[in-house]
């Protein structure tokens, strides 16, 4: 695949975030954002999110996998990502805590089944 289909595919997946979110809050049955504000929303929520799953691996995240165990650590790293993205949402489109969680996990999974048909569209040449 050539360096420009990679800059494509990338920038693609970039601007998709903000509509993946407004999905994910008509989805939840909450008002939607403008889009640059949904786009800015998702991209804090996934760059703040990964910071802290980062973080916590290197730090807690090694304690946690060498006494408790490696899927543990996973687990605990994954869940508090995905409270910071929630928080995110609930602070930037002022939601309620239940609201927040829901349209969080939404969008996790919309972007995740994207990630996924992407990837598989990249992996077997289809490009």
């Given at each position: 695949?050539?360096?420009?289909?990679?800059?494509?595919?990338s920038?693609?997946?970039?601007?998709?975030?903000?509509?993946?979110?407004?999905?994910?809050?008509?989805?939840?049955?909450?008002?939607?954002p403008?889009f640059v504000?949904?786009l800015?929303t998702g991209?804090?929520?996934?760059?703040?999110?990964?910071?802290?799953?980062f973080?916590?691996?290197?730090?807690?995240?090694l304690?946690?996998?060498?006494?408790v165990g490696?899927?543990?650590?996973?687990i605990?790293?994954?869940?508090?990502?995905?409270?910071?993205?929630?928080t995110?949402y609930?602070?930037?489109?002022r939601?309620?805590?239940g609201a927040s969680?829901?349209?969080?996990?939404l969008?996790?999974a919309?972007?995740?089944?994207?990630?996924?048909?992407?990837?598989?569209?990249?992996?077997?040449g289809?490009f």
């Amino acid at each position: 695949m050539s360096l420009v289909a990679w800059l494509v595919v990338s920038l693609v997946m970039v601007v998709i975030q903000g509509l993946l979110l407004q999905t994910a809050c008509v989805a939840a049955g909450e008002r939607s954002p403008r889009f640059v504000t949904a786009l800015f929303t998702g991209l804090m929520g996934a760059s703040l999110g990964s910071i802290t799953v980062f973080a916590f691996g290197w730090t807690v995240g090694l304690l946690v996998h060498l006494f408790v165990g490696r899927t543990f650590a996973w687990i605990a790293g994954i869940g508090l990502g995905f409270l910071v993205t929630s928080t995110v949402y609930k602070l930037r489109l002022r939601l309620p805590v239940g609201a927040s969680l829901k349209i969080a996990a939404l969008h996790l999974a919309a972007t995740w089944l994207i990630d996924g048909l992407v990837w598989g569209v990249v992996k077997h040449g289809l490009f």
